[in-house]
């Protein structure tokens, strides 16, 4: 078990560190957009407890409406699957920019954009599909990279050497 989380957390290291330092931008620009923009946006807020419903903590009423929209395994489980879409998107986002379990995170974005991108995007344009393949993109690459030098990846594994 030691070996899969040393294997999933240590991060590849390019040659020079500009260009681990042109990664680690890109990478904390697009996870902070991901959580503060998208992710955030899932989520009713602020949280208050409803008379009927004793849940402090709601994803908005509307996206597991649009989930189960999507039908098949969407429609059986949409509360499910909207929370952990929009878990992806936020706590993922957040973990991506600070490369903190980097590749854990990218996994998830990966699955959460494919998502968005053939079930709810598909058959628009393809300009209302490019928030999600950009951030597929970024999350693609960061799972095979991981955080690279500037991540929390690389401190934690640093530290354990």
Not at 130 to 142: E, H, I, Q, T
Not at 143 to 149: A, E, F, I, K, T
């Amino acid at each position: 078990m030691k070996r899969i989380i040393k294997v999933i957390t240590t991060p590849i290291l390019q040659t020079h560190w500009i260009a681990d330092l042109l990664f680690a931008s890109i990478r904390f620009i697009c996870g902070m957009l991901l959580a503060l923009d998208f992710g955030a946006s899932k989520f009713g807020m602020p949280w208050t407890p409803d008379s009927q419903n004793l849940e402090l903590f709601e994803v908005s009423a509307w996206f597991p409406e649009d989930v189960a929209s999507y039908g098949g395994i969407f429609a059986l489980m949409p509360v499910f699957f909207a929370w952990m879409g929009a878990f992806s998107e936020a706590v993922g986002g957040l973990f991506l920019a600070l490369g903190l379990q980097t590749r854990i995170a990218s996994f998830l974005i990966m699955c959460t954009m494919l998502v968005a991108i053939f079930m709810q995007k598909w058959g628009d344009s393809t300009w209302s599909m490019l928030p999600a393949m950009g951030f597929l993109w970024v999350a693609s690459y960061n799972l095979y990279l991981g955080s690279g030098r500037f991540g929390v990846d690389h401190l934690i594994m640093k530290k354990r050497t």
